[in-house]
C-alpha cells in the first residue's frame, strides 16, 4: 500500500550500535534464545500432525482432546482434519496417543511430579485410568518407570 507520505524511520550510527547495553540481563537474553529456537523449532515442521500434536498437548490438562475441538482450533471441518492426516500416515487417535505417552514418560521419568499430577497433565480422568493406558503402552505401570 502506498500512502503518498515520505517514508519514515530511525538512523543509528553503527558506534552507536555496536556499544554494548547499559542494563545487560543475561537470563532474559538466554530466555529469549531459548522461545526463538522453540518457535524456529515450530515453524520448521508445518505439517498437520505437528500441528496436531502441539494443540493436543496445549489442551491435555483439559482433558482428552476431542478431534472436533482440535479441528476448530486449526480453523478446519472435523472430516477435513480426519482426511489431511490419512494423508500424512496417521490418525488423530495415533497422534493424541503418542502425545499422552510421550509426555507421561517424560513427566515419570523427571521425577518432578506425583502421579495425580500426571494423570491431570496428560488429560486422564483417574490414576486408575492413566495406569491402565500406561500398561498398554509400555507393558509396565507408572510406578515401575518412576524416577525421583
Not at 529469549?32 to 508445518?46: C, Q, S, T, V
Amino acid at each position: 500500500m502506498h500512502y503518498g507520505s515520505d517514508p519514515s524511520g530511525l538512523t543509528f550510527a553503527l558506534d552507536t550500535v555496536r556499544q554494548p547495553l547499559p542494563a545487560v540481563n543475561l537470563d532474559l537474553a538466554k530466555e529469549n534464545d531459548r522461545i526463538l529456537k522453540e518457535l524456529d523449532h515450530l515453524l520448521a515442521d508445518a505439517s498437520l500432525a505437528s500441528r496436531v500434536r502441539r494443540e493436543v498437548q496445549r489442551a491435555l490438562p483439559s482433558g482428552t482432546p476431542k478431534a472436533t475441538a482440535v479441528a476448530r482450533e486449526l480453523a478446519m471441518a472435523p472430516r477435513t482434519l480426519q482426511r489431511k492426516l490419512h494423508e500424512e500416515g496417521t490418525t488423530f487417535q495415533d497422534v493424541s496417543q503418542a502425545v499422552r505417552k510421550e509426555l507421561a514418560q517424560h513427566y515419570l521419568h523427571s521425577g518432578e511430579h506425583d502421579l495425580d499430577t500426571i494423570t491431570f497433565l496428560t488429560g486422564f480422568a483417574n490414576r486408575s485410568a492413566f495406569s491402565r493406558a500406561y500398561k498398554t503402552w509400555t507393558g509396565r505401570s507408572p510406578t515401575e518407570d518412576r524416577c525421583g
